[in-house]
């Protein structure tokens, strides 16, 4: 119970000093009278009390007192000594001062700092687009907030969350104006996104305004639901390595799945029509391979807009290791002597051929060359004949 108590006294004790504090900060609507109380001040002529402002209209400080000059259409002090604007504007802001003797003597001051604002009307999101296209900036529509005061913010939500500008996928094109007679200011956010791939077939977005003034809520725009167009995706497709997919027992073969946005789309792989209980991956390794591995690969890649798409199948092939053979080797060995044998007898075959020639462009010369030393040899058979004649006739005449 004293606990208790003792909370209730401090709640007691804050809720006054903030009565205090925001008595000595005074927030005004634009356009409606304000009165600002004298402490001090007696309630009843005559008073000796003066009013000091130092405001938007003043260049220095402007000094009220009851007997002062009329200053009727800004500001006028009231029979009570409490100071009277009957319209505030924006050239009211600034700093209010009174200082006031009681009729005891005594002298006290007070001092107010005054700010104005203006609510502006419900904002709303100007030229929204029909749908966005993932992978591309899209401009979702431009928020405009007119006639605030202060200027406030503009912020965007999607799907009931703050988007906070990031420069990749999420962009702000901010500007602000005021109205050269009132003063009032009108924002405009124009909101740029960027889709992902496979993410959320809608996407919801709103605006608000955040007034510049504590304590006041924050004017929000009704909600745009988009549609996230996706054109038809890419071809799914299975990259291989080794190319070809051969490779021997124990080898290493590396599958990995190629997708438009492989981040954001669920991945399993299937083996000879048999999805694989295999956690979701773009690739696939499998290491130290056997017989069993054998098989045609493909992957399935979910798109949350066009459901799940499988990719042409990919064959993996295990070879076994052959072993060298004795005929295989004697028939390298046969196979090379016949090459050799070729080449010898192809280049015989041209010494020949040029022999020939060689031989047919001299023998003209070697008959000049014969010609004469013939008659020469028949001469001299000539002669040896003749002379064996008379020798063989006497040899004749000899005989019995």
Wanted: charged residues 20%.
């Amino acid at each position: 119970m004293a606990a208790g108590a003792a909370a209730g006294a401090w709640m007691l004790v804050l809720s006054l000093w903030g009565a205090v504090v925001g008595d000595r900060n005074i927030t005004a609507r634009i356009g409606k009278p304000l009165v600002l109380n004298c402490r001090g001040a007696p309630k009843k002529p005559p008073q000796q009390l003066e009013w000091k402002l130092n405001t938007g209209r003043t260049e220095a400080w402007k000094v009220l007192s009851p007997e002062g000059d009329s200053w009727d259409s800004v500001a006028r002090v009231l029979p009570n000594g409490s100071l009277l604007l009957p319209a505030v504007g924006i050239q009211d802001e600034g700093t209010f001062r009174c200082q006031a003797t009681s009729r005891n003597g005594k002298e006290m001051r007070s001092a107010y700092q005054v700010r104005v604002y203006q609510i502006p009307g419900k904002p709303e999101i100007v030229s929204p687009a029909s749908e966005l296209v993932p992978g591309v900036p899209n401009k979702v529509g431009t928020c405009v907030s007119e006639g605030g005061y202060p200027a406030g913010t503009l912020n965007w939500h999607s799907d009931g969350k703050l988007l906070i500008p990031d420069g990749k996928g999420v962009s702000v094109l901010e500007e602000t104006t005021r109205h050269p007679q009132t003063g009032l200011f009108t924002l405009q956010s124009a909101l740029m996104v960027t889709p992902a791939w496979g993410g959320a077939p809608h996407l919801t977005f709103s605006c608000s305004f955040s007034p510049g003034l504590p304590r006041r809520r924050a004017l929000h725009t009704a909600s745009i639901q988009l549609r996230v167009w996706e054109p038809v995706p890419p071809e799914v497709r299975v990259m291989i390595q080794p190319e070809g997919g051969k490779l021997v027992r124990g080898g290493t073969v590396t599958l990995t799945c190629e997708t438009p946005a492989q981040s954001s789309l669920q991945i399993h792989w299937i083996k000879d029509g048999i999805p694989l209980h295999l956690a979701p991956s773009p690739v696939l390794l499998l290491s130290d391979v056997e017989f069993d591995d054998e098989g045609s690969y493909s992957c399935v890649a979910t798109y949350p807009s066009h459901g799940p798409q499988e990719s042409p199948a990919v064959r993996v092939v295990i070879e076994a290791e052959e072993e060298p053979i004795a005929g295989s080797v004697e028939g390298q060995g046969l196979g090379t002597v016949a090459l050799a044998l070729g080449i010898l007898g192809g280049l015989g075959v041209a010494a020949l051929l040029i022999g020939a020639i060689m031989w047919r462009r001299q023998r003209p010369r070697r008959e000049e060359r014969k010609a004469p030393e013939n008659q020469e040899e028949e001469e001299e058979r000539v002669e040896l004949n003749q002379s064996e004649e008379p020798e063989a006739a006497e040899s004749g005449a000899a005989g019995p």
